[in-house]
């Protein structure tokens, strides 16, 4: 039996159902899970690890529910920065192409690195393209090094350039072997329980680029075992007309159709969505990644997220493939996600309030979206949010730093105000991610340099 005790905290965010926001806060965790949470003076004066946080601001580990973590390797390459999705994809495809088994085991420590520095402890990846041998193995054993949890998608891309789907051929999958390598690696690695580590999520990439078969499949092999499922939708107005002309549907129903929907599902996106296709989500707990560094980045849109949340949606943030962002910034990706539902409520988007201003999303509507918004998305009730039972998962930060000099008046909106930083402390069931503001299990020197020697031979 391993004790943690956490004391003397500023402030400690707990979203629970209360929101309460204990000041001079802490909690006692045991094994990795939670057991108390309170004012200092409540909780056992002693544990195996004792961590006292005077002067920061603690809160639940901030959840990623969209990514592609091979993207690190294709950060703004030149041909690509200034395309629109389906471009965008044709010119990094070939790229893809070359990667090795060794660059998705080193793109995942890039990716999981820079999440944790900026507050993430659990990360959803979507991987869709496996050239050259590569499998979901490496990133998988990248991950556990990291010591964050890790929904690792196993993705798929069928509907090669010859069948009128985007990808070019030499990228796609055999759909046989799809489903043979996905069954093999849930029954290799799904663990459901409370507190898990890995879970695998079934991913065919986009309604653009696998068969309806696949789709359909996919849908029932994941069923079958009980993981849930995930894909890109509604991204673009591209996107929309492809479906509406290929399939003869606009995107979600063409989801409906294939018995993509509902509370085992969520979607990366949906920027096009209409009133009843948000109503839909609600209805049956289908969740959204929304991704606005992304969309913005690829001009793709703006998507209705305070419309999503009002409706009852669940709704996750995603920071999206690194080749689209271009970082792995979860607060960032929190004061975009801010900013930019408060453009798209002055443009009109959103429900006016009594004196005719627009109702604008708060930070600490930000924050949920980033902790419990992120957890209901995934299916983890056993995240999100800092009380007895739920994992030992939190960040811990500094507020005497330049960044928040003058923002004390209130510290866990000044997180999301301010400029995004990285953190002091991210605690994954009771053990250091990154201590004192280092990665705490890998060395990033030299992980830097084989990451960018990687990047280096892709692009020759
Ligand atoms: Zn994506």
Redesign the pocket.
Known sequence: MTTLLVKNAMLLATMDGQRREISHGGLFARDGFIEQVGRTETLPGDADLVLDLDGHVVLPGLINT???FYQTLTRAVPAAQDANLFNWLQTLYPIWARMQPEDIYISTQIALAELALSGCTTASD?LYLFPNGSRLDEEIQAGKEIGMRLHASRGSMSLGESAGGLPPDEVVEDEKFILKDTQRVIEAYHDPDPGSFVQIVVAPCSPFSVTPDLMKASAELARSHNVQMHT?LAETLDEELFCQQKFGYRPVAFMEALDWIGDDVWF??SVFVNDMEIDLYASTGCGVAH?PS?NMRLGSGIAPLMQMVQTGVDVGL?V??SA?NDGSHMLAEARQALLLARLKAALGGASRSEDDAPALITARQALEIATLGGAAVLGRPDLGSLQPGKCADFIAIDMNRLAYAGALHDPLAAIVFCAPINVDHAVVGGEFVVKDGQLAKVDLTDLIARHNQAAHRLMQ
Request: aromatic letters at 0%; hydrophobic letters at 10%.
């Open positions: 969209h990514h592609h979507h890109h990366a996106h991704c992304s995603g999206d493939g689209s």
